[in-house]
């Protein structure tokens, strides 16, 4: 299973980025997949899932902010971030809830006052 995401970038507050995944080594098409974050001395929390169907479920401190979507032909999973703040601040993690569960490298999202 690989799992490498991209896009986390530096911007300012209000600004937007968009981050992919893109997977391989696994059957995309019925595997959940979800993004998590996590900032400095906290711990990672889930963001947003995206469920085989393409059903998502956010946490309520990116709910109306940011969209996840999957597109199950080119085996990837974007997380589209707007009207993002400083608290957003953190390494952004892709995650398949397959059997073991897989996780990518993160790419850090970076956003300024």
């Known amino acids: 299973v690989q799992l490498q995401a991209s896009g986390g970038g530096m911007v300012q507050a209000g600004g937007s980025l968009r981050l992919s995944c893109e997977a391989r080594?696994?059957?995309?098409?019925?595997?959940?997949m979800a993004w998590y974050r996590q900032a400095p001395g906290k711990q990672r929390e889930l963001v947003a899932i995206t469920g085989t169907g393409g059903d998502t479920n956010y946490a309520d401190f990116v709910k109306g902010r940011f969209t996840v979507s999957r597109d199950n032909v080119r085996r990837i999973v974007h997380l589209q971030m707007n009207s993002l703040q400083p608290e957003d601040t953190a390494v952004y993690y892709c995650?398949?809830?397959?059997?073991?569960?897989?996780w990518g490298r993160g790419t850090l999202v970076t956003v300024s006052s």
């Open positions: 080594g696994f059957n995309f098409r019925i595997i959940p």
């Open positions: 995650n398949a809830k397959t059997r073991n569960g897989a």
